[in-house]
């Protein structure tokens, strides 16, 4: 069955009939006792007439048309909040992404789908359009920079497709399409704790805008080629850079579409906490003796939908020790519980930014209310949205990556690489400058 | 993909995350036994807030629980709180409600007669003890003082007429009025949640501060419905407090209700800054009861993990939660098959009037326990030496007609814990 | 037409009194009213309080009768036509199936074309690959299946309708919760009926120059009130079960004489799985049973195994008056389907008739029959309007079906439009406009009759949260500024757990238990008498 006419027909899906083929055991939408906690702790509620209790209702109810064509399904980041709090363990987001799947084409926000074709266009699997070449070329580059920059790296590598390397590291486009300065200060840590890492010429982007599409089959082409680049390698560990969604949609997609891969995922902030446990990165909050206060996004792709709250221990632990146990204050809540920042699930790239400022609105708030100048988050998504709806509400916080505070703590990080610290951090610790505190 | 299943061991699991679970969390941290708790959100996302002991003992209203539980243990000898000694009742309260004070949420210490909460209908809920936003109700309601009653345009179910309407009679000086939330269309729904963490920050507390001055004419108590924040309420109840020269209180409000979620987010973060190994949001898929040690097994979303624990306290719920589950013929403990004392047919499981004072049969049965709050069989003999059981999934009591729910719950925790302490 | 106070008791006056509001009495009372003649209906209770309320709303295409009950057979398939044409609102044309499954009579099944035809009911035979693809949750075990043209009609919206567009014609009128209690009889005419407002115990005098009585299951009881003995009905019980979501495209008969469990009906939404039948002597305490639901499903899980675990949100009963026409008939199921009309001239009254028996799909028929008798008596010349004339609905009238608010609401696209039940997704301006305009808007209407006017109280959660939404709307509308509001709400969840109780198990305990839990410790609707008269002498304070 179709419904509207002409360019971008609508497909009816029966949510009823496909939810139930699709359920994980135990979670049962008829089992919906309609409380509301879903909605309640969800910040998409109210935008498009919709929220989760009446996705599900109206799925029940047979709906179908409506939900087959309710925009709101681009404004739910399914980030799982609703599955976390509901005593039934429903999924709605399972829902959505049927729902985003069957989405004409041609009527699918534009910005998720192009960056979904370009994804497949290149064997890098860059979202932004950099192709394999241009990647190996700017890594290049930027690494005679620091060479040259910084003696105490004259000696540094940016292996790419190296053998055998222990590490297979990816890399989010944004930084050699955008901003390739600040490729810097990750490896720099590499460097610094000697790791055995290497980037892949082919396969080495993190961002998978094809899993935002709801198609299944791009999402699985995403993974399948970045899995066999790791596979290739023989790398054992794959890890996963300051980019949320890239590890779900990567450990995800190599479950749901039974992937063979011969490594084991990890996130980036696990090592960040290992390395410095074993001293290896001996980072201390020295630098922030003016007692500027920090918070902390836990991305919901990275906890609650993966690890869950031991990498959000990870993250506190890191955070801590990079800017000192007073000067750190959570958002409420946080960890698994924590609120999506709305930049999630393809909702940053969707075009709707009313509704989008609309959904971060409760984000604003959080940060607000923690009173601090900083939000560290290892997200682009987040990072990025909460510096829009900090600059649309008039916030006057900034968002950093983890690396910038390592790198600033261990006094390697360079002035050209402290594009998103404020003048109160633009001169601490600068390379060359010793111990001697500004 | 290579994964390595996340294993732990600890000397005390705790199956489920309700009233009880949380309570044997809070004991276990006190007496320092290594603990982990696992489990999913249940009924206690329902909770009023209150914590009650026993609030009716057949047709009576209980003004003193403690001597309905003197009462109770002649006509009821099974019923849990039976079971257990007055002062163990009272320190399982005292300890319970010190360590939520502690961790961010301050509540009543438990006294010698009940509280008579206030209810979002105006009727009045017999508890031992309560959050402090919703204590100057009591006393405004004692007094018959000046007070008045918001409600908000777009929170459903919430009518400070209706309160006042079934309150006024006997509270003369009670008014009701509705006010629009700040930064809230009119009329557009608002979850009590959403204004609760609104009102987290300053900003929103003094503009909710404003309004509230604005009508409160000649009014001393401000009532509310829950919404003065999710994080550390006391802290906005203060400060709403201190900008409106009023005294506040708030009152629970149906679910999805913040007493609940407030609850549920300290224990979530507090716990773990004290070293307890909390695996939120899971449910337990299996646990094998070995001759030293006892192994949960779960998948979260990221896999899958495995607790070895030297002891095991069940606190999985009622059905709500999980820990009971019946087909059309049977009721049934889900987690282990544990004999659940039930009525001879589905037929009997409740009666024909649903407010028979009674109380329903089916609100009754669960598992039996011996003297050390150990599951047994239907031998009657304890079906593991590690294994303990707490909270509502007991059997003999009916927390619903004998409002005795978090009594239970609290209660039976701590003497599970103090045996399961024996065993360590 | 306003009741005149004389002393202690309120007259009405008018042309015809219709007792009983069911689907018979509201189609009587529209039927005169297309004639230009204006009714009061009356019902002890509410609009379709018994059998009208308590059926699977099927429009029988006749397949069910046309084995045993060819003039029935054939008046449900004309029937159905014509309503399909004048109600479509009310209808769903969903087609039906009947399928054999292994172990039933396949002779019987053989047969079933040729007993069609005879009664001219479309009958396509469909091999078992076609009926599964057809209805999917059909058993693998099928050994004939034939589509013939069944249909769904809501019968709340339909009798909604008639009185609705009865008020409109002639100013009729419909006063609920009004009992008769006697009749003024003279010279072999009832001068006028004596009635209860069974609420508030005040009496009422109606006077009328026709008397038909439309009682239903009661017909035989208000029959004898006028010393009419004409009148014999047996009592069957019917017991059904409602799903929490629809199971099947179209309606599914067992192909086989006619048993417990034997039909799953849509309801739009949900879908009705029903019937049991048993011979009752009372038509007091008429509630489902565990037995009769436990005797439905182990029949119906083997035409459709998915039963087995299907959520059932609630049971409910019905008690079909069926016309004793020959002695010694016991089996309600073999007793006729057919209805009749009493003229009571025998019995020495010129102005009373009585219809009864019959069934939802021939309601139209038996207003028509009744009409054509109380207008000649009146000397109206007028016929019957009701077989061309399309049913109009109304603003107040279109709740009822199940669906039609949540897709109202959704397309109003109205934020500020509070849904006050999230099951049905039934809005605040729904209950409004049932408040202000829906047929028998008692003054204030309570909970009850708002449910019954809408879906309130229908969904998984069968009225545990929006009793209290609903309620907590009515005090700020100012209908209560007693604890009335929350006593109204007891009853009504009270009400729904009469339905309820039958079926707990599985998913629905979680949710009974929420309910109990919100109904009991969150509002204390339990011990609302203990607490309002208690409160003055319980000391608030403890220690603190």
Known sequence: MTTGGGQGVFKVIDFRAMAEQLLPEGANYDACLNCGLCSSGCPASGLEGMDPRRFIRMAMLGMNEELSSTPWIWTCTQCKRCMYVCPMSIDVSVLVGLARGAWPEERKPRGIVRSCQAQLRFSSTSAMGVRSEDFVEIVQEIADEVRAEDPRFADLEVPIDKQGAHFFVNQNSREPAVEPEELAPLWKIFHYVGADWTYGSRGWAAENFCMFTGDDSAWREMVRQRVEMVNELRCQVWINTECGHSFYTLWKGVERFGLQANFEPASLISYYAQWIREGRLPVNADWNHRGIKFTLQDPCQLIRKSIGDPAAEDLRFVAKRLVGEENFVDMQPCRSANYCCGGGGGFLQAGMNEQRRIYGLRKFDQIQTTGAAYVLTPCHNCHTQMEDIGEYYGGHYRVVHFWTLICLSLGILGESERKYLGPDLAGVNLPGMGSARS | ?424 | MNGIHIGECETFETEVLIIGGGVTGTGVMRDLALRGIHCLLIDRRDLNAGASGGNHGLLHSGGRYASADWETAAECRQEGEILKRVATECIEDCGGLFVAVAGDDPGFAEQFPEHCRNAGIPCQSLSRAEAREREPGLTERLIAAYRVPDATVDPFRITLENVNHAQRLTGSVYLPHTKVTAFEIESGQIRAALCQDTRTGAARRILARQVVNAGGAWSMEVAGMAGCRDVNLLYSKGTLLISNTRLSRGVINRLRPPGDGDILVPGGTISLLGTTSDTVTGLQGIRPTVAEVERNLDQGIAMLPGLATTRFIRAFSGVRPLVQAAEGIQDGRQASRGFTLFDHESQGLENFATITGGKLTTFRLMAERTGDLVASRLGNQESCKTALEPLPTGDGVRWTKPGFSARYWYQRQDPTDAVLCECEMVPQSAIDAILETAPGAEKPMELQAIGLRSRVGKGACQGAFCSLRVTSYLYDLGHYDSNEGLVRAREFVSERFRGVRPVLWGEQLPQMELAEALHCSLMGLDRLDDLASGLGSVPGVGQE
Request: aromatic content about 8%.
């Open chain 2, 1 to 424: 993909m290579i994964q390595e299943a996340r294993q732990y061991r600890t000397g005390l699991a705790v199956i489920g995350s309700g009233l009880a679970g949380f309570a044997a969390s809070v004991f276990a941290l006190q007496r320092g036994i290594r603990t982990a708790q696992v489990g999913n959100t249940g009924a206690i996302a329902y909770t009023t807030g209150y914590l009650d002991l026993l609030g009716w003992h057949g047709d009576r209203l209980l003004d003193n629980p403690w001597s309905g539980l003197a009462t109770l243990r002649q006509e009821e000898p099974d019923h849990p709180l039976s079971r257990i000694s007055d002062q163990d009742i009272r320190d399982a309260f005292f300890g319970f409600t010190q360590a939520l004070s502690e961790m961010g949420v301050d509540y009543t210490p438990p006294g010698d007669r009940n509280l008579l909460g206030l209810t979002p209908a105006g009727t009045r809920k017999p508890t031992l003890c309560m959050p402090r936003t919703m204590v100057a109700g009591i006393a405004a309601a004692a007094a018959g003082d000046r007070t008045l009653i918001l409600d908000i345009a777009g929170l459903d179910g919430f009518s400070a007429r209706e309160l006042v309407a079934n309150a006024g009679a006997s509270w003369p000086n009670l008014r009701s009025r509705r006010i629009i939330f700040p930064g809230v269309d009119a009329g557009v729904r608002v979850f009590p949640e959403v204004m609760a963490r609104a009102l987290e920050a300053p900003a929103h507390r003094q503009q909710l501060a404003g309004i509230i001055r604005s009508v409160a004419g000649d009014a001393k108590y401000i009532g509310l419905p829950a919404i003065l924040g999710i994080h550390r309420p006391d802290r906005v109840h203060r400060d709403l407090e201190r900008l409106t020269g009023f005294t506040l209180f708030e009152i629970p409000t149906m679910p999805p209700a913040v007493p609940g979620i407030r609850l549920r987010e300290m224990f979530e973060q507090a716990f773990p800054a004290r070293g307890l190994t909390l695996v939120p949001q899971q449910k337990v898929k299996s646990l094998e009861l070995g001759k030293t040690t006892a192994r949960l097994h779960l998948n979260d979303s990221y896999g899958k993990v495995e607790i070895e624990a030297e002891t095991v306290i069940l606190a999985t719920g009622r059905f709500l939660s999980g820990g009971l589950a019946a087909d059309r013929h049977r009721v049934r403990e889900t987690l282990l098959g544990i004999p659940v004392s039930q009525p001879e047919s589905r037929d009997h499981w409740y009666r024909e009037d649903y407010f028979d004072l009674r109380g329903h049969p089916i609100n009754r049965c669960g598992i039996r326990v011996d003297e050390a709050f150990r599951p047994i069989s239907e031998s009657g003999r304890p079906i593991s030496e590690r294994l303990f059981a707490a909270g509502i999934l007991l059997g003999g009591q009916d927390w619903i007609r004998q409002r005795c729910g978090a009594g239970v719950a609290i209660a039976s925790a701590y003497r599970a814990v103090s045996f399961a302490a024996g065993c360590l």
